[in-house]
């Protein structure tokens, strides 16, 4: 019987054929660790009674969750991770080098490897074709110790991608289509493989940010197959040797199979407090009232695609003077990016404010935080009640062209009238 991407990956690291369903204490290849989870993740580790990592190389820490910090705590937890990595060899990643998830596809994460994160948004990486997930504190604690932890194999939901986007389209809208018929738990545990003739249309940072996505869907990890879209983007970040080709068997068993036809596809917004509440930017569900906030970045939408296509909509434009505008690169690679393509000078005469390459405003802890009854439209990836820092504020979802469009109306607006 054929085999379906993760459980083809699981395999490979177990030493055997896997079923889903099935226990297995798989080989890891990565471990990461951020500042928000990181400290609790280290005293797991020490609470083994380990004092050595399995592979230091290997074990990837980042303080890009409240960089810089805003409050003498979190410089206290920045402290006790340098501190870690310093005494176990652990690669840090240091504040203002950038979000965990865009690091990762820049720098290490290679097509069939294995990577366990304690961040819910590691699946990210699953855009090569690894199997990467966020795990709690204690299982990756294991896993940096002994180079293997415990998981049991997802059973997989076959995404069939049709068509091409039209203009004015990304893939953060084709995540959130998807989201929204799914549900915030329709693939609790499973794994989403996207296939299909439409995968040709979606570039390498499409692809990031539907994976990114993926665990709003309840998904322990959201595959591509790695092709030759994978293998040029490896080259442009100067790791082309990492290059193997990972595909689905074509007798693979699917717990189920959803088509999703990308033409037909519209701007789509999710609108508070869920991210499967998600709408058609024109529907009479999502408000017309004023937006007072707008943050295009972070690990979802902070690369170099995005912000070109964000700076093609504001290019000779304004943001609403009652609307403030937030640009957060999601590492110093694309900011120098930015700088080359001249993209920062457009953000600049459009009244947008820089935040440094990092999480920024997503996580509430600092840079961003909303007020009481402000809106904000932001490309992250979550809109919980309190996500950006204020309870009594609201958080939509969308895409960078719409959060340009958004910006420039002071209202959520349809990008494509811009274009």
Not at 303 to 309: I, M, N
Request: with cysteine.
């Amino acid at each position: 019987m054929g085999q379906t991407l993760a459980e083809k990956i699981l395999s490979r690291h177990e030493g055997k054929g896997v079923k889903p369903g099935q226990f297995i204490l798989a080989h890891v290849d990565w471990t990461l660790m951020q500042d928000g989870t990181g400290p609790l993740t280290v005293r797991q580790f020490e609470a083994l009674g380990k004092d050595h990592l399995k592979d230091p190389a290997r074990c990837l820490v980042f303080l890009d969750h409240a960089a810089p910090s805003p409050r003498r705590e979190l410089s206290n937890d920045h402290h006790f991770l340098r501190e870690f990595c310093e005494k176990t060899g652990a690669i840090l990643n240091e504040v203002g080098d950038g979000v965990c998830h865009q690091l990762v596809a820049e720098r290490h994460i290679a097509p069939a490897q294995v990577l366990f994160g304690a961040d819910s948004h590691t699946c990210t990486a699953g855009a090569f074709g690894a199997y990467a997930t966020g795990m709690g504190s204690t299982d990756v604690a294991v896993a940096m110790a002994l180079g293997k932890t415990w998981l049991r194999v997802p059973e997989t939901i076959h995404i069939l991608l049709r068509g091409i986007l039209q203009e004015g389209i990304s893939g953060k809208d084709v995540i959130l289509t998807l989201i929204g018929k799914l549900g915030a738990d329709g693939a609790n545990y499973q794994a989403l493989e996207f296939g299909g003739s439409g995968l040709e249309g979606l570039d390498m940072e499409s692809r990031l940010t539907i994976a990114n996505m993926a665990v709003e869907s309840g998904a322990k990890c959201g595959l591509f197959p790695s092709d030759e879209i994978t293998r040029a983007y490896l080259e442009d970040q100067g790791r082309e040797e990492a290059y193997v080709p990972v595909t689905p068997d074509e007798d693979a068993v699917y717990a189920r199979e959803i088509a999703v036809d990308l033409d037909t596809i519209v701007p789509q917004v999710a609108c508070p407090h869920t991210v499967d509440n998600v709408f058609p930017v024109d529907a009479p569900e999502v408000p017309k009232g004023p937006v007072q906030q707008v943050v295009i970045g972070t690990c979802t939408n902070g690369r170099v695609s995005d912000f070109a296509a964000a700076a093609k909509i504001l290019q000779g434009r304004q943001r609403h003077p009652g609307t403030r505008l937030l640009i957060v690169p999601s590492s110093r690679r694309v900011l120098k990016a930015l700088m080359e393509k001249n993209l920062l000078e457009v953000f600049l005469a459009a009244g947008a404010t820089f935040v440094t390459p990092g999480c920024g405003p997503c996580v509430g802890v600092h840079a961003g935080a909303l007020g009481d009854g402000e809106r904000c439209l932001s490309t992250q990836n979550r809109n919980f009640k309190g996500r950006m820092g204020n309870p009594n504020a609201e958080i939509y979802l969308a895409s960078p062209l719409t959060a340009a469009a958004t910006a420039i109306e002071g209202k959520i607006a349809d990008p494509r009238k811009f274009l």
